[in-house]
Structure formats: structure tokens, C-alpha cells
């Protein structure tokens, strides 16, 4: 996930100031990435800083161009500053506050009482599915013996590979033929998965309308959709359907009321498919867009790093942009936190009639002690887990 200008900004004033920890929680916070990729891109930006804007480390004012008057630049760059500064600010107040202010009542009807929504304030942005999907951005023909454990070593064995990952791309889409036959070779494998003995299935109904992805749970959108509620006392509710060619996912959070907080919704896919792929996964963080991630048990094959640049080569490998349709959102528009996503069946392996696990977890503002200092991670309401997931199928 790219980082806005208002975010690097910050997280670079925190890098200037000595505060390596808060930088990190700021990256964190920004990515949604784990505790050593935050920490490793931190001493990256650390590095590029210092070689790129060195006054921020001494305290200085960069040098000035020779042959202009300091008296006359000092003024105009001040004001310059001083009115930009104003423009960035006055967007950020808009974005975050301004945008949702009440305009207007809309009427709504409820499936439960966690489906209610209020017009406190107005709707946030609605993301658009794609209406045409290039299935060979996510499948190839594979060639006799091509298996996903072969096909993913040859894939970090590529120097096209080791360049993007080692680069700004690592987090780009990756449409390479290796990616592609790594893709079929899942997909294949997950057509004929089953679940272990004795294990329940849930099914997830087939509905006709598509529910619109914005973060707010509509009533008549969902009524047709399996629901699951936490028996934690949260009230968390989780919502699934398929429309066409896509699983829909949403969940109703009333027990999560804080705008600013660490909030996240995860749903894993294909636990246990391979001994080698952890999971998939989709993020969906405080307001639009999704992180899609497959976490595996494959590490680096070559020498060592030497370069602290390159930290990524010593942990199992972790793909990021591994869905290039999916869709997600969440939004405070009902006055409490409610996701909505959306993912492309045959780009995820989903197969219809063949069951396959899935879990979620919601994650919450952390745990502090007095001081402020984090403790641990906090959630509410989680629906299957990585040992015992959910079974769903649809038809």
C-alpha cells in the first residue's frame, strides 16, 4: 500500500525527530504490515533521508541557491509554505470531517437490529467492480510435472522476481507467467479439496443483487446472505453471499464505535491446502481499498543479505497485490464500524460445489498499560480460526 503525502510526511518528521518507534506504529498504522516489514522500511526511509535531505538530522535549513537575496527568498518561501500548508490542512479537516457532516435523511430498513442504519452523515465513496474480468491475468497452462511448490521455488529463484521484491513494486500486482501458473496450480489443487471427516458445512446462498461496496451495510442488500453472529458478546455479525462470478463479505461491528482506531477486518482463504502456503488473505483497513496477501513457508534460496535493504530474504516469503479485482471498504457511517468486500471467485480458486475453509479476524484499537505503551493486539468477535476454520460451499 502506497503511503499518502500526509502520511511519509509525518512518519518523516517522526524519523527526524529520533523517534524510530513511533515511526514504525505510523507505518504500521498506514500499511497495515506486520511488525519486521514496518521496522525494515523504517531503516529504509532512515537511509534514503539521510543521504537525500541531511539538514533534517543537523537541524538546518537546506543550502540556499547562490546569486538570490536571503532577505527576499526567506519571505517568499515562508509565504509560499505558509499557504500550501494551509491548502493541505484544510483538505485533511475536509477529508476526515467535513465530508461526513449530515446533509440529508435517507430511509432504511433493518434485517436485525445490527443491520440499522442511521444518516448521520453522508455516504462514503462507492467502489466499482470490474465488469470485465481477464481470466489470463490469473491462470496458464501448466506443463506436465509444473506442481506449486516447484513453480513458486522457480518463481523466487527469477531475477525479475528478486528485483521487484526487492523494490518500491513488491506490492504491485503481479501478473508474470510464474505468478499465473502458480495461481492454476492452487486452483486446481482447491477443485478438489474436502473437508476433514466429521466436519460441518455452511452454505452461501446464491443471491441476484449485488450489494454496492462503500462500507455501509444496506438492509434489502444483505437480507438474502448468511449471517453468523459472535457468541463473544460483541454482537460482531458476519455476512456472506455469492452474486455471479464474486463472494461478497461484509461485517457489522456495533461494539467498535472509535473512528481512529487500529481497526481491521481479515478474512483467510486455503489454510492447509499445501504444506507450503500458510494462507491467502484480504485486509480491509478504516475507509476504502484492501490489501491482498499469501503468506508462505518458502524462504530466501540464495546467500545470505548483506544489505540491510534486503532484510525481506531472511523471514518466509510473503506475496503482496495478489488479487488484482478484489474490492473493499469499511466505513463509521452508521455510527459503529461495518465492512464490505468483494472477491473474484475464479481469481481466489473458489469453486462452486466444492467446500472450502475460511476464518476472519477483527481487530480493534490494542491493549495499553498506563503509560501508553502497546501490550498486545485486541479483536472483536472472530468466526472460525486458523486450526478450525469455517467449511463453506455455494452452488
Not at 500500500?1 to 500526509?6: D, E, K, Q, S, V
Not at 522457480?154 to 501458473?181: F, T
Not at 460483541?234 to 481512529?260: H, M, N
Amino acid at each position: 500500500m502506497t503511503l499518502t503525502a500526509l502520511q511519509a510526511y509525518n512518519i518523516e518528521k517522526a524519523i527526524a525527530a529520533g523517534q524510530q518507534i513511533e515511526a514504525i506504529k505510523q507505518y504500521r498504522e498506514a500499511t497495515h504490515c506486520d511488525l519486521a516489514e514496518a521496522k525494515a522500511a523504517i531503516d529504509r526511509i532512515s537511509n534514503e533521508l539521510r543521504e537525500q535531505k541531511p539538514w533534517l538530522f543537523k537541524h538546518t535549513a537546506p543550502p540556499e541557491p547562490k546569486g538570490i537575496r536571503k532577505s527576499v527568498i526567506n519571505v517568499k518561501a515562508f509565504t509560499l509554505f505558509m499557504l500550501v500548508d494551509a491548502v493541505i490542512f484544510a483538505g485533511v479537516i475536509y477529508y476526515f470531517f467535513l465530508r461526513d457532516t449530515p446533509s440529508s435523511q435517507r430511509d432504511s430498513t433493518t434485517v436485525t437490529n445490527a443491520l440499522e442504519t442511521t444518516s448521520a452523515h453522508a455516504k462514503p465513496k462507492r467502489l466499482k467492480l470490474s465488469g470485465k474480468i481477464d481470466t489470463g491475468s490469473f491462470s496458464a497452462t501448466l506443463a506436465d510435472g509444473e506442481r506449486f511448490e516447484s513453480l513458486y521455488l522457480d518463481k523466487i529463484a527469477d531475477r525479475h522476481y528478486i528485483r521487484r521484491k526487492g523494490s518500491s513494486a513488491s506490492r504491485q500486482y503481479d501478473d508474470s507467467l510464474l505468478e499465473r501458473k502458480i495461481k492454476t496450480a492452487r486452483s486446481q489443487q482447491a477443485a478438489t479439496r474436502t473437508p476433514p471427516e466429521g466436519t460441518s458445512t455452511l452454505s452461501i446462498p446464491r443471491g441476484t443483487d449485488a450489494p454496492v461496496i462503500d462500507g455501509i451495510l444496506e438492509a434489502d442488500a444483505w437480507r438474502d446472505a448468511l449471517r453468523l453472529t459472535s457468541d463473544d458478546g460483541s454482537q460482531t455479525t458476519l455476512y456472506a453471499k455469492v452474486v455471479g462470478d464474486w463472494l461478497f463479505i461484509a461485517c457489522d461491528a456495533p461494539a467498535e464505535r472509535t473512528a481512529s482506531g487500529y481497526d481491521q477486518l481479515r478474512v483467510y482463504l486455503h489454510m492447509g491446502l499445501f504444506d507450503t502456503l500458510v494462507n491467502e488473505r484480504i485486509h480491509i483497513g478504516r475507509g476504502p481499498g484492501i490489501t491482498t496477501i499469501r503468506q508462505t513457508r518458502f524462504h530466501w534460496q540464495g546467500e545470505p543479505p548483506s544489505n540491510d535493504k534486503e532484510r525481506w530474504k531472511k523471514y518466509a516469503i510473503s506475496d503482496w497485490g495478489l488479487y488484482q479485482y478484489a474490492q473493499g471498504s469499511s466505513s463509521m457511517h452508521s455510527g459503529h464500524r461495518q465492512y464490505e468486500a468483494a472477491i473474484h471467485l475464479g481469481e481466489a480458486a473458489l469453486h462452486a460445489n466444492t467446500p472450502f475453509p475460511l476464518y476472519t479476524e477483527l481487530e480493534t484499537d490494542p491493549l495499553r498499560d498506563t503509560n501508553g505503551k502497546f501490550v498486545e493486539r485486541q479483536y472483536l468477535g472472530s468466526f472460525g480460526s486458523d486450526a478450525q476454520p469455517l467449511w463453506l460451499y455455494f452452488n
